[in-house]
C-alpha cells in the first residue's frame, strides 16, 4: 500500500487511516472545502488516488453528497472544517435528513479539551452536540485505533433502515496521531451487508393484497424512497401486472416513463378525490399529499379525511399512522416488499374496474390535449411553457439526462411539463422545497452519472449556489444551467409601495447577465430570448458537454406567487 511507503515504514496515521478506512469500503469520492484541519487530508486523498471535488461553499459540497447519496445508495462524502465550515455543512446535512438520503458529514474539530472549558479555541464549537438533532446519528472519533469502526458506523447509519445523514466528528489531533501501520490496518473494518434487506411479513403482504383485491379505485403513488430503492424492475411488473393507476412524487418522475399508459399524473386532482385504496411506495403523507386528507382527497373540509383505505410500503415502521390511519403497512426494503407483493398477486389478478380507468384516461386526453395546445403556442416575450417546451423536446431526445430543477414557477411548470423516461433522472428541492440545491446537485450528478445534466433554475433559486459555476468549469463537467429569467423571486413586477428608492424584496437587477458568470470562469454564456435561441444553446450545450449557461429571458409577469403553493402564505390563509 503507497500508505505505508509515505508514512515513514512501519507507522501510518490519522490522515491515511481516514482514507484507507474509506477506500476500503469503495468510497473514491470526496466533496469538499478545505482549511485547518482537512488541507493536508484532502492533498493526501487526491494523492491516494480519490477523487477530491472542493466546492466553494459548503452547502453545495453538502448537496453533492446527498445527490451521490441518493443516486448510487453509497453514502456521500462531504469533508469541511471546524464551526463556520461546519455550520455551512449542516444546513446539507439536515435537508438529507430530511429528504431520507444517505451522506456523511465530516467535519474537522478543535481541541475537545479547549472546547469543552470554553477557553477560545480556533474556530471553538461544539459541533457533534449540534449536529445530533439534526441528522440521523452522530460520532466522534477521539483515537486513531478507532477510525476504522467510526467510519464502520457512520456508513451503516447513513445506509441502513430509512437512510439518513450522518455526523462524523474528527478532531485536528487525530490525523495527525500516528500508529502502528500493521495494527492500523488491521482496525479497519469492511462493511458487510450495510443496508441489509428486511423482509416484510406474509401476513402483511396478504392484508395488503386483499385490500387491493377489493378496491374500486386503486392508485398508487410512487414516492423517491421508490426512485432510492433501485427496484426498478419489480416496481414496473407490480404496476403493469396489477394495471393500477399511478402517480410518481416528483422525484419518482421516470422511474416508469411519464408517456406510461398507467400514468395518473394529468389527471392528479381526480385520482387523489376519487380513489378508495391507495398504496403509497416510499412516499410519505406529508405536506406534499396534504397530510392524506382535506378537499385534495375528497374530504368535505380541511381537515377531514376523504374515506380511502392506505397501504404503505417503508422501511420505516413509524410512518403508518403519522398522519391519517394506515389500514395497511407494509414493512420492509422496497425491493423485498414489491417482490413479496408480486409473488402473492396470483396468475390470474383482475384489472381494475375499466369505470375507474376509463374515467381517468378521459380526463387525462382532455388535459394533455389542452397542454398541447398551450405548448404549441409561441409568445412574445417567451414564457415558461415555451421555454420549457424545448427541454421538454431535450429530455425526450436524451432521456439519460439528468434534470436537476429548484424555483418556485421554475419548478413547478417543470414538474409538469417535462416528461422523465428513466429512474433517478429528476433531481430537486424535495421534502423542504429547499432553494440552494441546484449546483451542488448538478456538479454530484455530472460526477456520479457522467452523463449530461440540465439544471433548469429560478433565476432566484439558481442565486443560492450560483458561484458553484466556477466549480463546474474547474472541473469541465458536461452541466447546462438554464436559467428562467424573470427578474425575480415568483415574477419580475412586484413594486415597493412605500415611496422609498428601494426595489420591492422580490425583485432582482433588470436584464441581469448571469450568462457572463459562467464566461467569466471560460465556460459558455449564452442569452436566449426566443424557443429557437434555446434550442439552439441547449443542443449545443449537451452535444458539447462543455459548461453552459443559458440565460433564457422570461415574460417577467408569467408566473404566481410561490408557484403552485400560493394558499401556504399567511396572507392567503387570512383570507380563507
Ligand atoms: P416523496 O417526497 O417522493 O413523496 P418521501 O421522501 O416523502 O418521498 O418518502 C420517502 C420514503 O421512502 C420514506 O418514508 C423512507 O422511509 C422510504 N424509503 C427510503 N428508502 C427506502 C427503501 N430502500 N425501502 C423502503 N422504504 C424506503
Ligand atoms: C433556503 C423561499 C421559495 S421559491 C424561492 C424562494 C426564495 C425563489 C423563487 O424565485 P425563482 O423562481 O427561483 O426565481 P420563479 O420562477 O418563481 O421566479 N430560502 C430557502 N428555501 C426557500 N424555499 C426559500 C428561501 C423560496
Ligand atoms: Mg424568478
Same mark, same amino acid.
Given at each position: 500500500m503507497t500508505t505505508e511507503t509515505q508514512t515513514q515504514g512501519t507507522t501510518t496515521d490519522g490522515f491515511h487511516l481516514v482514507i484507507d478506512a474509506l477506500k476500503l469500503n469503495d468510497i473514491r469520492t470526496i466533496y469538499a472545502l478545505p482549511g485547518i484541519p482537512i488541507t493536508d487530508f484532502l492533498r493526501m486523498s487526491q494523492a491516494e488516488g480519490m477523487r477530491v471535488i472542493s466546492f466553494r461553499h459548503e452547502q453545495h459540497a453538502g448537496n453533492a453528497a446527498a445527490a451521490a447519496g441518493f443516486l448510487t445508495q453509497k453514502p456521500g462524502i462531504c469533508f469541511t472544517v471546524s464551526a463556520p465550515g461546519f455550520l455551512n455543512g449542516l444546513t446539507a446535512l439536515a435537508n438529507a435528513t430530511t429528504n431520507c438520503f444517505p451522506m456523511i458529514l465530516v467535519s474537522g474539530s478543535s481541541e475537545r479539551e479547549i472546547v469543552d472549558l470554553q477557553q477560545?479555541?480556533?474556530?471553538?464549537?461544539?459541533q457533534l452536540a449540534i449536529a445530533k438533532p439534526l441528522c440521523k446519528a452522530a460520532f466522534r472519533v477521539l483515537?486513531?485505533?478507532?477510525i476504522g469502526v467510526g467510519i464502520a458506523r457512520a456508513i451503516r447509519a447513513a445506509v441502513s433502515g430509512r437512510p439518513g445523514g450522518v455526523y462524523l466528528d474528527l478532531p485536528a489531533k487525530l490525523f495527525a496521531q500516528t500508529m502502528d501501520a500493521e495494527a492500523g490496518k488491521k482496525s479497519l473494518i469492511k462493511v458487510v451487508d450495510a443496508a441489509p434487506k428486511q423482509i416484510p411479513g406474509a401476513d402483511a403482504v396478504k392484508r395488503a393484497v386483499d385490500l387491493l383485491k377489493g378496491a374500486k379505485k386503486p392508485l398508487i403513488i410512487l414516492g423517491k424512497g421508490a426512485a432510492y430503492a433501485q427496484a426498478d424492475a419489480e416496481i414496473k411488473s407490480f404496476v403493469e401486472k396489477t394495471g393500477i393507476p399511478y402517480l410518481p412524487m416528483s422525484m419518482a418522475k421516470g422511474l416508469l416513463p411519464?408517456?406510461?399508459?398507467?400514468?395518473a399524473s394529468a389527471a392528479r386532482s381526480y385520482v387523489l378525490a376519487e380513489a378508495d385504496v391507495v398504496m403509497l411506495v416510499g412516499?410519505?403523507?406529508n405536506w406534499l399529499l396534504s397530510? $392524506?386528507?382535506?378537499k385534495t382527497w %375528497?374530504?368535505?373540509?380541511?381537515?377531514?379525511?376523504?374515506?380511502q383505505q392506505f397501504i404503505q410500503v417503508d422501511i420505516?415502521?413509524?410512518?403508518?399512522?403519522?398522519n391519517v390511519a394506515t389500514a395497511a403497512p407494509v414493512i420492509g426494503d422496497i425491493g423485498s416488499c414489491i417482490a413479496a407483493l408480486n409473488g402473492a398477486l396470483g396468475a390470474n389478478w383482475a384489472k381494475p374496474p375499466a369505470d375507474w380507468t376509463g374515467a381517468i384516461a378521459e380526463r387525462k386526453d382532455k388535459n394533455l390535449t389542452k397542454m398541447a395546445e398551450t405548448l404549441a403556442k409561441n409568445p412574445s416575450p417567451m414564457n415558461f411553457h415555451s421555454a420549457l417546451n424545448v427541454i421538454r423536446d431535450k429530455i425526450k431526445e436524451r432521456p439519460d439526462a439528468v434534470l436537476v430543477n429548484e424555483g418556485a414557477n421554475a419548478l413547478d411548470f417543470t414538474r409538469s411539463i417535462v416528461d422523465m423516461?428513466?429512474?433517478?433522472k429528476r433531481l430537486d428541492v $424535495?421534502?423542504?422545497?429547499?432553494? %440552494?440545491?441546484g449546483m451542488g446537485f448538478a456538479v454530484a450528478a455530472a460526477v456520479e452519472t457522467g452523463k449530461p445534466v440540465i439544471a433548469v433554475e429560478g433565476d432566484s433559486a439558481f442565486g443560492f449556489s450560483g458561484m458553484e459555476v466556477e466549480t463546474i468549469c474547474r472541473y469541465n463537467l458536461p452541466v447546462c444551467i438554464v436559467i428562467l429569467n424573470n427578474?425575480?423571486?415568483?415574477?419580475?413586477?412586484?413594486?415597493?409601495?412605500?415611496?422609498?428608492a428601494d426595489m420591492a424584496p422580490t425583485q432582482f437587477v433588470k436584464?441581469?447577465?448571469?450568462d457572463m458568470m459562467m464566461q467569466a470562469f471560460g465556460g459558455a454564456g449564452v442569452m436566449a430570448h426566443t424557443p429557437e435561441e434555446l434550442k439552439k444553446a441547449l443542443d449545443e450545450a449537451v452535444a458539447s458537454g462543455k459548461p453552459t449557461l443559458i440565460n433564457?429571458?422570461?415574460?417577467?409577469?408569467?408566473g404566481t406567487e410561490s408557484?403552485?403553493?400560493?394558499?401556504?402564505n399567511p396572507a392567503a390563509a387570512k383570507k380563507k
Amino acid at each position: 500500500m503507497t500508505t505505508e511507503t509515505q508514512t515513514q515504514g512501519t507507522t501510518t496515521d490519522g490522515f491515511h487511516l481516514v482514507i484507507d478506512a474509506l477506500k476500503l469500503n469503495d468510497i473514491r469520492t470526496i466533496y469538499a472545502l478545505p482549511g485547518i484541519p482537512i488541507t493536508d487530508f484532502l492533498r493526501m486523498s487526491q494523492a491516494e488516488g480519490m477523487r477530491v471535488i472542493s466546492f466553494r461553499h459548503e452547502q453545495h459540497a453538502g448537496n453533492a453528497a446527498a445527490a451521490a447519496g441518493f443516486l448510487t445508495q453509497k453514502p456521500g462524502i462531504c469533508f469541511t472544517v471546524s464551526a463556520p465550515g461546519f455550520l455551512n455543512g449542516l444546513t446539507a446535512l439536515a435537508n438529507a435528513t430530511t429528504n431520507c438520503f444517505p451522506m456523511i458529514l465530516v467535519s474537522g474539530s478543535s481541541e475537545r479539551e479547549i472546547v469543552d472549558l470554553q477557553q477560545g479555541d480556533y474556530e471553538e464549537m461544539d459541533q457533534l452536540a449540534i449536529a445530533k438533532p439534526l441528522c440521523k446519528a452522530a460520532f466522534r472519533v477521539l483515537h486513531a485505533e478507532d477510525i476504522g469502526v467510526g467510519i464502520a458506523r457512520a456508513i451503516r447509519a447513513a445506509v441502513s433502515g430509512r437512510p439518513g445523514g450522518v455526523y462524523l466528528d474528527l478532531p485536528a489531533k487525530l490525523f495527525a496521531q500516528t500508529m502502528d501501520a500493521e495494527a492500523g490496518k488491521k482496525s479497519l473494518i469492511k462493511v458487510v451487508d450495510a443496508a441489509p434487506k428486511q423482509i416484510p411479513g406474509a401476513d402483511a403482504v396478504k392484508r395488503a393484497v386483499d385490500l387491493l383485491k377489493g378496491a374500486k379505485k386503486p392508485l398508487i403513488i410512487l414516492g423517491k424512497g421508490a426512485a432510492y430503492a433501485q427496484a426498478d424492475a419489480e416496481i414496473k411488473s407490480f404496476v403493469e401486472k396489477t394495471g393500477i393507476p399511478y402517480l410518481p412524487m416528483s422525484m419518482a418522475k421516470g422511474l416508469l416513463p411519464d408517456n406510461h399508459a398507467q400514468s395518473a399524473s394529468a389527471a392528479r386532482s381526480y385520482v387523489l378525490a376519487e380513489a378508495d385504496v391507495v398504496m403509497l411506495v416510499g412516499a410519505r403523507l406529508n405536506w406534499l399529499l396534504s397530510h $392524506g386528507k382535506g378537499k385534495t382527497w %375528497g374530504g368535505a373540509g380541511s381537515k377531514q379525511a376523504g374515506g380511502q383505505q392506505f397501504i404503505q410500503v417503508d422501511i420505516s415502521p413509524t410512518e403508518a399512522d403519522s398522519n391519517v390511519a394506515t389500514a395497511a403497512p407494509v414493512i420492509g426494503d422496497i425491493g423485498s416488499c414489491i417482490a413479496a407483493l408480486n409473488g402473492a398477486l396470483g396468475a390470474n389478478w383482475a384489472k381494475p374496474p375499466a369505470d375507474w380507468t376509463g374515467a381517468i384516461a378521459e380526463r387525462k386526453d382532455k388535459n394533455l390535449t389542452k397542454m398541447a395546445e398551450t405548448l404549441a403556442k409561441n409568445p412574445s416575450p417567451m414564457n415558461f411553457h415555451s421555454a420549457l417546451n424545448v427541454i421538454r423536446d431535450k429530455i425526450k431526445e436524451r432521456p439519460d439526462a439528468v434534470l436537476v430543477n429548484e424555483g418556485a414557477n421554475a419548478l413547478d411548470f417543470t414538474r409538469s411539463i417535462v416528461d422523465m423516461y428513466e429512474p433517478r433522472k429528476r433531481l430537486d428541492v $424535495g421534502t423542504w422545497g429547499i432553494m %440552494g440545491i441546484g449546483m451542488g446537485f448538478a456538479v454530484a450528478a455530472a460526477v456520479e452519472t457522467g452523463k449530461p445534466v440540465i439544471a433548469v433554475e429560478g433565476d432566484s433559486a439558481f442565486g443560492f449556489s450560483g458561484m458553484e459555476v466556477e466549480t463546474i468549469c474547474r472541473y469541465n463537467l458536461p452541466v447546462c444551467i438554464v436559467i428562467l429569467n424573470n427578474n425575480g423571486i415568483y415574477k419580475g413586477t412586484d413594486q415597493n409601495t412605500s415611496g422609498t428608492a428601494d426595489m420591492a424584496p422580490t425583485q432582482f437587477v433588470k436584464n441581469a447577465r448571469y450568462d457572463m458568470m459562467m464566461q467569466a470562469f471560460g465556460g459558455a454564456g449564452v442569452m436566449a430570448h426566443t424557443p429557437e435561441e434555446l434550442k439552439k444553446a441547449l443542443d449545443e450545450a449537451v452535444a458539447s458537454g462543455k459548461p453552459t449557461l443559458i440565460n433564457a429571458v422570461i415574460d417577467e409577469g408569467a408566473g404566481t406567487e410561490s408557484g403552485r403553493i400560493t394558499s401556504l402564505n399567511p396572507a392567503a390563509a387570512k383570507k380563507k
